[in-house]
C-alpha cells in the first residue's frame, strides 16, 4: 500500500517531477518508420509533452518540441527542408540541434538567431521505428545510447502490434513482475471466456505456479518461475525472461522472440507494442520482408466491452478497469506481490540516482552492435505448441501476415519432426 503522495510520486511522468526525469533519461519509439517515408513530419506526444517529428531528404531524423520558439505556431505543421524544418508560419528554421538557422524578416546583421533556439531531442531509427530522445543532452554529454536489443536487429520475420491504452503505464509494467495472473487470467477466466464463445483455450497457460523467483540484473528485472510438471532445469526458471526496465518487457518461446513495450505517452496514455520476431531456432527459412507490417490491437468491441477472448486483450483489460491510476492507497498486497515491491524499491532507487546525477539503470553510453537479453525458448515446458498456441489465442491473431506466420512455424516443426496440436 502507498500513500497518495508516493502514488502521485510514482505514477509522474511530467517533467520536473522525480519520475518524469527519469523517464527522460531513455529513448522511446514515437513512430513507425513507413509513416515519415510517406509524410516526412509528424506530430508525437511523449512523456505530456508534444514534439514535431520529422525525416530530412537524406534520410536523417530530428525532433523539436511543437511550438516554435517565435509565436508558439505548430512545428508540426512545418516544411522539411534538407537543413531542418521551417515554420510554416514566418519561415524560421530549426536544425536537429535546435539551432534557428533561418530568420526570413530579420536583419541579418545582428545575433539575433543565435539567441533562439530549440530544445531539441535525438531521434534515429531501427527496427522498422523512429526512435527518440528527449532528456537532458550537451556536446560534453552526449545524448546515451539507443539500445540495440536483440529483438530489433535478430534475423526473422516481423510484424508490429499496438494499442493506445487509457491508463498509466505503471500499472501495465506491475503485470510484467506477477506471473501469478497467467494461470488465472490466461488460464482459468481463458477456459471461461471458451466455453462460452465456442473455443478450447490453449492449455499451457492454465499450469500452476508451483514456484516463482526475481532477480534484478544490469536491465531490470529477471522474472522466473516453475510450473507443475516442469522443474528448475526447465527454461522458465534456469533462464526466465526479463522486465527491461523503465517500460519493456522481453518474452519468448517455441521461436517467438517478443519484445513488449509500454510507451508512456502522458500520465493516463500509454501506448502498448508488440515488437515480435518469429523465428524457430531450428528448421527456419529465411522470408524477405520489404517493410514491416504494423496493426492496430482489438481492445473495445461495438459496445465498449473490453475483448477478451485473446492472451493480450485480457492483459489490458486487467490493466485499463483498474482506472487511468491505480488507486494503491487501498490495495492489499500479498506474499506473491513480491516482484512489485521489487519494482517499486527499483523506481525509487532510479529516481534517487537521477537526483544524485547519475545515470539511472540500463542507460547505456558504450556503442555497441546488439545486446542480448535472457529470454527462455521452451515456454512453460509446451515446445512448438507454444508457438501456435500464441498464432491463434494471442495477438498474431490480429495480425494481417498470420497466415504466412503460422506457415513459418509449421515448416519448421515439420522439418525437425516436432510434435504438433491436431488440426495445425
Known amino acids: ?108 546583421d545582428t545575433n539575433f538567431a543565435d539567441r533562439v533556439r530549440a530544445q531539441a531531442g535525438v531521434a534515429q531509427e531501427l527496427g522498422g521505428l523512429v526512435w527518440a530522445y528527449v532528456g537532458p543532452h550537451s556536446p560534453e554529454q552526449p545524448a546515451p545510447e539507443l539500445p540495440r536489443f536483440d529483438t530489433y536487429v535478430m534475423e526473422g520475420f516481423r510484424d508490429i502490434g499496438w494499442a493506445d491504452l487509457p491508463c498509466n ?51 531490470g528485472i529477471i522474472k522466473r518461475r516453475v510450473v507443475e510438471g516442469a522443474s528448475e532445469e526447465n527454461d522458465d526458471w ?45 528448421g527456419y527459412e529465411h522470408v524477405e520482408q520489404p517493410m514491416i507490417p504494423e496493426y492496430e490491437l482489438p481492445v473495445f468491441d461495438a459496445r465498449g466491452h473490453h475483448v477478451t477472448n485473446y492472451v493480450e486483450g485480457q492483459d489490458m483489460m486487467a490493466w485499463v478497469t483498474q482506472g487511468p491510476v491505480t488507486d494503491r492507497t487501498t490495495e492489499h498486497l500479498g506474499r506473491s506481490d513480491v516482484g512489485i515491491a521489487l519494482l517499486r524499491k527499483m523506481f525509487r532507487e532510479q529516481m534517487r540516482a537521477v537526483a544524485e546525477g547519475r545515470d539511472p539503470l540500463g542507460v547505456t553510453r558504450e556503442p555497441h552492435e546488439r545486446i542480448d537479453l535472457p529470454c527462455e525458448k521452451d515456454k512453460f515446458n509446451a515446445g512448438a505448441e507454444f508457438a501456435l498456441a500464441f498464432c491463434d489465442m494471442g495477438s498474431t491473431r490480429h495480425s494481417p501476415m498470420l497466415d504466412t506466420i503460422r506457415k513459418i512455424h509449421i515448416s519448421a516443426a515439420e522439418k525437425i519432426g516436432a510434435a504438433l496440436p491436431a488440426g495445425s
Open 238 to 282: 534456469k533462464i526466465g525472461h526479463p522486465l527491461v526496465f523503465p517500460y519493456n518487457m522481453r518474452v519468448g518461446g517455441g521461436g517467438v522472440h517478443q519484445m513488449q513495450i509500454r510507451v508512456p505517452i502522458n500520465r493516463t496514455t500509454t501506448r502498448f507494442m508488440l515488437y515480435t520476431v518469429h523465428r524457430p531456432e531450428q
Open 1 to 108: 500500500m502507498l500513500t497518495a503522495e508516493q502514488n502521485e510520486e510514482l505514477t509522474a511522468v511530467e517533467a520536473g517531477t522525480p519520475m518524469g526525469e527519469v523517464l527522460r533519461r531513455y529513448w522511446y519509439p514515437v513512430a513507425f518508420t513507413r509513416e515519415l517515408a510517406e509524410f516526412p513530419v509528424k506530430r508525437v506526444e511523449l512523456l505530456g509533452e508534444f514534439f514535431a517529428l520529422w525525416r530530412s531528404p537524406s534520410g536523417r531524423y530530428g525532433i523539436v518540441p511543437e511550438a516554435c520558439p517565435h509565436r508558439k505556431a505548430s512545428l508540426a505543421y512545418g516544411v522539411v527542408e534538407a537543413d531542418g524544418i521551417r515554420c510554416p508560419y514566418h519561415g524560421w528554421v530549426f536544425d536537429e540541434s535546435g539551432a534557428c538557422t533561418e530568420q526570413p524578416a530579420e536583419r541579418a
Open 169 to 219: 503505464y505503471v500499472q501495465i509494467m506491475e503485470n510484467a513482475v506477477d506471473p501469478h495472473h497467467v494461470e488465472f487470467l490466461h488460464g482459468r477466466y481463458f477456459e471461461f471466456i471458451g466455453r462460452h464463445e465456442g473455443f478450447t483455450a490453449p492449455p499451457s497457460f492454465g499450469k500452476k505456479h508451483v514456484k516463482v523467483g526475481f532477480d534484478p540484473f544490469e536491465w
